[in-house]
């Protein structure tokens, strides 16, 4: 079974850019959430999506923006980037509404803004 | 919201020794404390994970201790090997579906032979 897939692994965009992160759950899985890992420091929650619906989202700005389409893939929008929004952009499947709280990453979207 | 303290931020150990990391957390209706372990630019994976009804969990080399009163859980790893050495997250939730994760910043683990 294919795990969390995201694309892509890396970028590298420049500062008033806007910048587009996919991720794909694993079969089954109906909530994808989102996590900003800054270096040195544990991932932090940005947004969480079930059944199409946001569920959750955490303390970031509203250039932060995502979606999740009928298949339960998701994206994740950034816009007008600055150089703080450099992270490991990590997304996080679970089975949804009966789950009882364990997440499982991809491997992450490395951007770096410029 | 949740906030999780973890520490120490480094830990240094020889191989065959044991460590410990301590994390504490102050949502008294999180019930759910699982520990990632992330080795350089890799996602973090889940090692073990406890949930509130439960005062310790044990998988061969690693132990989860948690004392709901005191608000804090710990990971214990035996017969430390230079494999362990990666970076080791604790994290808590209020273990439902649309819960989400608070992560503590992060033990470094080194490991050395």
């Known amino acids: 079974d294919a795990g969390v897939t995201q694309s892509p692994t890396h970028l590298i965009k420049t500062r008033g850019q806007h910048v587009t992160l996919r991720c794909s759950p694993i079969s089954g899985h109906k909530s994808v959430s989102w996590y900003q890992q800054v270096l040195g420091q544990g991932p932090q929650f940005i947004f969480q999506y079930y059944e199409k619906e946001e569920r959750g989202r955490g303390n970031f700005p509203d250039r932060f923006s995502a979606r999740q389409f009928p298949n339960y893939s998701s994206e994740l929008n950034v816009n007008a980037l600055l150089l703080g929004d450099s992270a490991l952009y990590l997304c996080a499947s679970s089975p949804g509404s009966t789950n009882t709280g364990e997440l499982f990453f991809g491997e992450g979207s490395r951007l770096t803004v410029l | 919201g949740e906030n999780v303290e973890q520490h120490p931020s480094t830990l240094s150990v020889q191989e065959g020794d044991s460590a410990v990391i301590k994390c504490t957390y102050s949502?008294?209706?999180?019930?759910?404390f699982p520990w990632y372990k992330q080795e350089l630019g890799k996602r973090p994976q889940l090692i073990i994970d406890i949930r509130s009804n439960v005062g310790e969990k044990k998988d061969q080399r690693i132990a989860v201790t948690l004392n709901k009163t005191a608000k804090h859980f710990s990971l214990h790893i035996t017969e430390t090997q230079p494999e362990d050495s990666a970076v080791y997250f604790c994290?808590?939730?209020?273990?439902?579906?649309?819960?989400?994760?608070?992560f503590g910043k992060g033990t470094m683990l080194l490991v050395s032979p």
């Open positions: 994290a808590a939730s209020r273990g439902s579906g649309y819960s989400t994760l608070t």
């Open positions: 949502d008294s209706a999180s019930n759910y």
